[in-house]
């Protein structure tokens, strides 16, 4: 997991440090960036939240499993924190929709 996310981070610093490149006025390429880019940004909070809820549902599988008597404040934790984890997407998309147009 660790080399993982070095590999990850180490291609964001090289992205970051490629960007300049596109500051360049070209010969009218038609490619919509920002488009481009939203959609990228769009998959990988998706991705986050994916993980993000995925491991909280197993927190809590776990934690009912092991003690059944606080399954209600756990259910309202649970839920609160998957609103909490959802919002991250749903604010991700708003942002793209106003980017876009």
Known sequence: MRRTMSY???ALAVMCFAMPVFAQSG???SVNWVALAAGFSM???SAGCGLGQ???TAAAAEAMA???AARPGITFALIFG???I???ALYTL???IVKVK
């Open 8 to 10: 990850v981070f180490m």
């Open 27 to 29: 010969s009218g390429s």
């Open 43 to 45: 998959a990988i909070a």
């Open 54 to 56: 995925g491991r909280a």
């Open 66 to 68: 092991r003690n059944p």
């Open 82 to 84: 998957l609103v909490l």
């Open 86 to 88: 959802e919002s991250l």
């Open 94 to 96: 708003a942002i793209i």
